[in-house]
């Protein structure tokens, strides 16, 4: 079983900044990409930004140029840093990691969630 733990989320102001962080532990040969996803309330679950294991990433349109998505291997962690942010940016954020088990078979596993509102 691979977990994921978040932390970082908060309240901000509009134009502010947050930095997401979330730590992958447990059982595993690899993990290929790791993400960040965000759910608004009433609003279905969608993609904020993926990195690679080779660094390659992917953002949604509302949030390039805003968002940056780094990885730090060694540490097993996926970073969202987050500026310029809007009201509409405040959501639940999830982050997201699939790879090889050690029984090679394919995992993919999601955090709990951070909060992230913007409001003045």
């Known amino acids: 079983q691979v977990q994921l733990v978040e932390s970082g989320g908060g309240l901000v102001q509009p134009g502010g900044s947050l930095r997401l962080s979330c730590a992958a532990s447990?059982?595993?040969?690899?993990?290929?990409?790791m993400g960040w996803y965000r759910q608004a309330p009433g609003k279905q679950r969608e993609l904020a930004a993926t990195?690679?294991?080779?660094?390659?990433?992917n953002y949604a349109d509302s949030v390039k140029g805003r968002f940056t998505i780094s990885r730090d291997n060694a540490k097993k962690t996926v970073y969202l840093q987050m500026n310029s942010l809007k009201p509409e940016d405040t959501a639940v954020y999830y982050c997201?990691?699939?790879?090889?088990?050690?029984?090679?078979?394919?995992?993919?596993?999601w955090g709990q969630g951070t909060q992230v509102t913007v409001s003045s």
């Open positions: 447990g059982s595993y040969i690899s993990i290929n990409v």
């Open positions: 990195i690679t294991s080779g660094g390659s990433t």
């Open positions: 997201y990691a699939d790879g090889l088990k050690r029984s090679l078979y394919q995992f993919a596993s």
